[in-house]
């Protein structure tokens, strides 16, 4: 897959662009982190008289975010790079460019797909898939940027007031938006991975492939294509990708079915057989 070696799009860049906000955000979160330790420590001693106090808690707080702030910039370094390491192992830009040069060649051969012998309408989806793929890939490289400079800039204030028990949760959204927001490109790469693979397969084996299925399949991808954020949340928070993977297909079902009964409704017999049913004729007995 592409790289990303411009300005704004490459995340590891993030630290030394946003140097200054970083270095008043992280001022903040250790005054913050001060007043909110003795605010912790003073809700633990009216605890403790009814017997609720939970210091161990405290400390292992205390802990964590005093480590998160030292090692801040290392942290947010290690989680987003650790996710460019794996989508690229997932997919590199070598095997992606061997992939589309190896499917456009083959259409270029006009070697056939499958059974039903749509070649043109399977030819045609396959260039948009891509096309949407290569689209995406470089919108998602914006937002993914934008949203990893505002979580670095924003961490350390989030980070600082999790000493508190009452803002703890902080730190857990912070962390989680990190993992989300840095995995795009690792489910991005997934998505790909299979998609590429199952287009060889149809064209290098088309007696053991299907071409609705290959048809039905990269509408689908595409949709999945535009749920890759919904779908690295999902998988940061514990969600069910099931109630996702079915909202997919229930979309792409409504397209393709919206889309099959538009042009039935559009042609000249279908309008014909309906003008001929409702003209001149014998009238349809009513009801008495």
Not at 80 to 93: H, P
Request: hydrophobic residues 55%; charged residues 10%; proline residues 3%.
């Amino acid at each position: 897959m592409p790289t990303d070696q411009f300005l704004f799009t490459n995340v590891l860049q993030i630290p030394d662009l946003f140097a200054a906000p970083y270095e008043t955000t992280a001022r903040i979160a250790f005054i913050l982190f001060s007043i909110m330790f003795i605010a912790s420590v003073l809700h633990e001693n009216m605890e403790a008289l009814r017997g609720k106090s939970d210091y161990i808690g405290l400390f292992m707080r205390a802990i964590l975010v005093i480590c998160l702030l030292l090692i801040y910039e290392r942290f947010f370094v290690w989680v987003v790079y650790g996710m460019d390491l794996l989508a690229k192992a997932i997919l590199s830009q070598e095997e992606f460019k061997q992939v589309i040069q190896a499917v456009f060649h083959e259409i270029g051969q006009k070697k056939d797909f499958g059974v039903l012998k749509f070649f043109s309408v399977i030819t045609v989806l396959n260039f948009v898939t891509y096309a949407v793929a290569l689209a995406l890939l470089g919108v998602l490289s914006w937002l993914r940027f934008m949203f990893l400079a505002l979580l670095y800039v924003l961490g350390p204030v989030l980070i600082g007031t999790g000493v508190y028990k009452a803002t703890s949760q902080g730190i857990a959204f912070w962390l989680k938006s990190l993992v989300s927001v840095a995995s795009w490109t690792v489910v991005l790469s997934i998505l790909m991975k299979v998609i590429s693979t199952m287009n060889i397969t149809s064209i290098y084996l088309p007696k053991e492939t299907n071409s609705a299925a290959i048809f039905a399949a990269n509408i689908l991808f595409i949709l999945l294509f535009i749920s890759v954020p919904l779908i690295a949340h999902q998988i940061t928070n514990r969600g069910s990708l099931s109630g996702l993977g079915s909202a997919v297909i229930g979309i792409g079902t409504a397209f393709v079915t919206r889309t099959i009964i538009t042009n039935v409704t559009r042609r000249p017999d279908a309008r014909h057989g309906n003008s001929s049913m409702t003209g001149g004729g014998a009238a349809t007995p009513g009801y008495k």
